[in-house]
Nanobody, 115 residues
Framework: QVRLVESGGGLVQPGGSLRLSCAAS????????MAWYRQAPGNQRELVAT???????NYADSVKGRFTISRNNAKNTVYLEMNSLQPEDTAVYYC?????????WGQGTQVTVSS
């Protein structure tokens, strides 16, 4: 079975940092485009960052310069390093894996930025 399991979420103060991980199993990880999405209460789910099988990255304007997406194909894991966190970054963060007709989601991990 395909599984995407996020970890690393938690409570952090404004200006702080957090590193999210998403461990994948049941897929040929290296060929998938991986992405992080987030959804805050009352908001639509928004795309945060993507990284292709070739390592090309894209970021939402709201996180550009603060967040970094990376992947380790040997570990079947994608990461999201989040710096200079602000309250508006508070959301459930979801891992996504996509390859043509294949599209999988993790269960999400909560990130709360608050004093």
């Amino acid at each position: 079975q395909v599984r995407l399991v996020e970890s690393g979420g938690g409570l952090v103060q404004p200006g702080g940092s957090l590193r999210l991980s998403c461990a994948a199993s049941g897929i040929i990880f290296s060929i998938y485009t991986m992405a992080w999405y987030r959804q805050a209460p009352g908001n639509q789910r928004e795309l945060v960052a993507t990284i292709t099988s070739r390592g090309s990255t894209n970021y939402a304007d709201s996180v550009k310069g603060r967040f970094t997406i990376s992947r380790n194909n040997a570990k079947n894991t994608v990461y999201l390093e989040m710096n200079s966190l602000q309250p508006e970054d508070t959301a459930v963060y979801y891992c996504n894996a996509k390859f043509y007709n294949d599209d999988y989601w993790g269960q999400g991990t909560q990130v709360t930025v608050s004093s």
